[in-house]
């Protein structure tokens, strides 16, 4: 074939995908707008081309989410996500927004399919209703249902240096953990605990006896308390890795962090009581936290290469390949060329469109 009419058909094939992209995106975004309102809060600042690859990982997360949480789910629920994910990684995915959406963001950033296999595992546990004995085993869950995001949010952001995503890791661990925090009452009501099981019967309860009968005690909020404050520390140590983001990432990291450790100071100022009352960051006080959050690309601190590892993580961390700090794209160089044509073509139609809109004025 002609090389130029080569060219011309592999760049007619991007912006089609492209453009297909942006119609599945749609979808992705109603999903995160209605679904996960602190993500899609903290992620308003992002970059719009590291935004829309996080709004389709993130809906199709929060899509299986909602499948494993459904009581009415088939017995086969697990085997039907790991079918969408074979599907996904041969390039074909189910005529599922989120799934054609994400196909394209794993083939883009080299995102290794034993993270979202991980992820699945945690789903399974949650299917057979595991509970945790120690504080270790529930960061083993935590890293399976959101460290794995952490990561893969790293790597859409072009970043695979270790520190970077050790730090990503323990802030999905200290989300997950104030989620739990936040969703006791929820969760037992659900016949679910995930509270650490060793920290219960050091406070005179019995797990089982308790998610018989779930009542809030003195026991059950020094329980919580205790879980916010590693959350916390969990915070603390991750805020080391926002210096090794792109400068233009940061400040919506920081706004996640911010806007998440929130919720553990909701439930301070309920008294600890998660177990008849949810804590509910107000949409005022997540604006004051995107505020707050924009300092952190200029006064982030330097990242920390020697922090003591936690172990429950380094198996995702170990997943990634560190082929280069950048990997914003994977496939032929072609198909490179073709992907940068045609964002420069985005960027001359939005001049053009910028420059009508003037000349209107």
């Given at each position: ?166 730090r990503a890791c323990e802030l999905g661990l200290a989300m997950q953990l104030t989620n739990i925090a936040r969703d006791v009452g929820e969760d037992a009501r659900n016949q679910r605990l995930y509270l650490p099981r060793d920290w219960l019967k050091e406070e005179n309860i019995d797990p089982d006896q308790w998610l018989k009968n779930p009542i809030f005690n003195d026991g059950i909020l020094r329980v919580n308390q205790k879980l916010i404050q590693y959350a916390d520390d969990l915070y603390a140590r991750s805020a080391f890795g926002f210096s090794g983001l792109p400068r233009n990432c940061r400040s919506a ?109």
């Amino acid at each position: 074939m002609n090389p130029l009419k080569y060219f011309l058909k592999m760049h007619d094939r991007a912006i089609t995908s492209e453009y297909g992209f942006q119609l599945d995106l749609l979808s992705c975004e109603s999903l995160m707008r209605d679904g996960s309102k602190s993500f899609f809060s903290a992620s308003r600042i992002l970059p719009s081309n590291i935004r829309d690859s996080a709004i389709a990982l993130y809906a199709f997360c929060r899509l299986l989410d909602d499948m494993v949480d459904d009581q009415n789910a088939s017995d086969n629920v697990i085997e039907q996500i790991e079918y969408r994910l074979d599907r996904i990684y041969s390039k074909n995915p189910l005529d599922i927004p989120a799934d054609r959406a994400l196909a394209l963001v794993v083939e883009r950033f080299l995102i290794p399919r034993s993270l979202l296999e991980a992820l699945v595992e945690g789903f399974k546990w949650d299917r057979t209703g595991r509970q945790y004995q120690t504080i270790e085993e529930l960061c083993d869950y935590a890293a399976r249902v959101a460290s794995t995001v952490g990561v893969m949010m790293t790597l859409i952001m072009g970043i695979r240096d270790r520190a970077v995503l050790e730090r990503a890791c323990e802030l999905g661990l200290a989300m997950q953990l104030t989620n739990i925090a936040r969703d006791v009452g929820e969760d037992a009501r659900n016949q679910r605990l995930y509270l650490p099981r060793d920290w219960l019967k050091e406070e005179n309860i019995d797990p089982d006896q308790w998610l018989k009968n779930p009542i809030f005690n003195d026991g059950i909020l020094r329980v919580n308390q205790k879980l916010i404050q590693y959350a916390d520390d969990l915070y603390a140590r991750s805020a080391f890795g926002f210096s090794g983001l792109p400068r233009n990432c940061r400040s919506a990291i920081a706004a996640a962090s911010l806007i998440y450790s929130e919720i553990g100071r909701q439930i301070e100022r309920q008294g600890m009581d998660s177990v008849t009352k949810r804590a509910v960051v107000s949409k005022r006080r997540k604006i004051l936290l995107l505020f707050k959050s924009l300092g952190a690309a200029i006064y982030s601190a330097k990242l920390v290469q020697s922090l003591d590892p936690i172990p429950a993580i380094q198996f995702l961390v170990d997943a990634v390949e560190p082929e280069g700090r950048y990997a914003h794209y994977s496939g032929s160089v072609e198909d490179r060329l073709i992907w940068v044509v045609s964002l420069l073509e985005k960027v001359e139609h939005r001049k053009i469109d910028s420059y009508h809109s003037f000349a209107r004025h």
